[in-house]
């Protein structure tokens, strides 16, 4: 894959988000729990990522039952919470989802099955897609649309990798078809496009910077400290977004979703945003070419109309609610 360490340069696009919104945030809930890498799987390893133990040298040989315990308290308790909270507020959601995690979990997946939540692809199970022969890659995605499309009745949307993708990611996912975007980078705040062979293929940078991973890397130790971090994003980008909107993604996980973590500072960024994140009185989701009512917020959703092909320049009306 070409580097580009340029992209927009020193004048970025304008986003034209509607109604003239200064940001749009995108809400994303990976959606994990089911698909680790665990001994009942056969895999003869105990996944422990953003497990609250991570790091610690428990003394554990062997399959690691506290760690099970965790994942499963993020898909019977996180999730919904996560969902109360999103359907309370009548806000749309990116779900990063694993293939796996919806078989092991048919309530939830019925849920979003439900919703107007967007699904992403995260992958037939959660494990890291660098180191997969370019043959398996492509069997894993083809299943994870199959099993999500079985699960849910949808077919995904994107595609996001665990952290990373292969080299042959994004061409594998173009091969395949049907995926409107991916998600795997970090390199900007707007939407942009690339073109994969002689296809044009649109990018969502994702950010792992406004995101409760950092509960597990020892970066967070309270929900007070991840809501100033969200607070202090939202600000900037708002005062830029007078000239210049951008994008922001807000990374959410379903096991640090618990009382006093991730789940709490929800409530406050949405309490900040001017007029909330919420949408017109009624609850009437808009559509993308709506005029927003005069406080300013509404939410919307990818729409292949919306993002027209033009070179260099972002697609308008991407995913997220908008803030005016």
């Not at 890659?137 to 083809?142: K, S």
């Not at 609850?283 to 406080?295: E, Q, T, Y």
């Amino acid at each position: 894959m070409t580097r580009d360490f340029v992209g927009y340069g020193a004048e970025p696009p304008h986003a034209q988000w509607p109604g003239g919104a200064r940001i749009a945030v995108n809400f994303v809930i990976n959606f994990e729990e089911g698909s680790e890498l665990s001994y009942p799987a056969g895999d003869g390893i105990s996944e422990g990522g953003l497990t609250e133990m991570l790091g610690a040298d428990l003394g554990v040989t062997g399959r690691d039952l506290g760690a099970e315990s965790m994942f499963e308290y993020g898909a019977r308790v996180g999730f919904w919470r996560l969902h109360r909270i999103f359907t309370g507020f009548r806000l749309p959601v990116t779900i990063f989802g694993c293939a796996r995690a919806f078989e092991a979990n048919p309530p939830a997946a019925a849920a979003i099955a439900a919703s107007d939540w967007d699904i992403c692809s995260h992958g037939y199970r959660w494990i890291n897609h660098p180191g997969l022969s370019e043959a398996e890659e492509g069997r894993q995605i083809a299943e994870a649309v199959e099993l999500i499309s079985k699960t849910t009745g949808k077919t995904p949307l994107g595609w996001y990798c665990r952290y990373a993708p292969s080299e042959n990611t994004r061409r594998l996912l173009v091969e395949h078809g049907g995926f409107l975007y991916d998600s795997d980078t970090y390199n900007d705040e707007l939407p942009y496009w690339v073109r994969v062979g002689e296809r044009p293929h649109l990018i969502v940078p994702y950010s792992l910077t406004t995101n409760d991973s950092k509960f597990g890397r020892g970066v967070f130790g309270s929900g007070e400290d991840f809501f100033a971090f969200l607070r202090d994003s939202f600000d900037l980008l708002y005062e830029e977004g007078a000239d210049r909107p951008r994008m922001m993604s807000i990374g959410l996980h379903m096991r640090p979703s618990r009382p006093g973590k991730s789940a709490d500072p929800l409530y406050r960024i949405h309490a900040r945003a001017p007029g909330g994140l919420g949408v017109p009185a009624g609850g009437h989701r808009p559509p993308l070419d709506c005029s927003l009512p005069p406080a300013g917020v509404s939410p919307v959703t990818k729409t292949k109309s919306r993002f027209e092909y033009r070179p260099g320049v972002a697609g308008p009306g991407q995913i997220g609610n908008v803030v005016k």
